[in-house]
């Protein structure tokens, strides 16, 4: 298949030779495959080594969420990420028909959860169960997803319902220290 692309090239020997170049790295197991792999799962074996190297790769590449299975893994990045957390992003996760096929986010696990509750036919209440070591992320993790659920439950028309949504998010937000004292484990029971 490479030397297939190679002889279609139409651009200059040295500048095939190099995309050549890459494409042989990326085959052979370069870092570039490593970071777009959005699935822990799908890095190829499944070992200690190289779910941690992948999730390395990512950090790195400033990607701090990634699928395992169903589960995500979220990793802290120490430093404000503005543009992850706006409401516009939000949005777009919560208008997507399918935002299990947008980039790993925890954006993708608040819609998923409230769709369920939302849903006519057979609405399921929702547990999100959080868990890490210390600092990595948990209270964060737990605030961002109530504070998505208080930007795509409110009605984007009503400022009286923005109003109220927006009491219900900093109550919810001054639960915190209440759930934190019952253990590590912050459970979002949502429904
Ligand atoms: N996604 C993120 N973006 C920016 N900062 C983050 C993010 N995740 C965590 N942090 C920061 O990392 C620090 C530790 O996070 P947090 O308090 O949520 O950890 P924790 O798991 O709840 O810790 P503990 O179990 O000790 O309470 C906080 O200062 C927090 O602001």
């Given amino acids: 298949v490479l030397l297939q692309v190679h002889g279609h090239s139409s651009g200059s020997d040295a500048q095939s ?6 494409d042989l790295q990326d085959f052979l197991g ?9 699935d822990l799962t799908k890095v190829n074996p499944v070992t200690l080594e ?9 950090y790195m590449a400033d990607i701090f969420y990634t699928n395992a299975g169903c ?12 543009e992850l957390y706006t409401p516009e992003l ?12 947008l980039k790993p986010h925890i954006f993708t696990v608040g ?34 997803l109530m504070k998505f659920y208080a930007v795509v439950a409110a009605s984007p028309t009503s400022w009286e319902s923005h109003r109220i949504s927006e009491r219900i998010e900093q109550r919810i937000l001054n639960s915190n220290p209440v759930m934190e004292a019952f253990g590590k484990l912050i459970p979002l029971p949502l429904g």
């Fill in 71 to 82: 589960t995500l893994v979220a990793l802290n990045p120490f430093k404000p990420i503005p």
């Fill in 50 to 58: 190289t779910v941690l190297r992948c999730l390395q790769v990512r």
């Fill in 111 to 144: 819609e998923q959860t409230y769709r369920n509750v939302k849903s006519l036919i057979e609405p399921v209440n929702q547990s999100i169960v959080v868990s890490g070591e210390s600092g990595a992320g948990k209270t964060w993790t737990s605030r961002c």
């Fill in 90 to 101: 939000m949005q777009e996760y919560h208008v997507a028909p399918q935002p299990q096929t």
């Fill in 30 to 38: 370069g870092e570039a495959p490593l970071h777009q792999l959005e």
């Fill in 17 to 22: 030779r190099a995309s050549l170049r890459g």
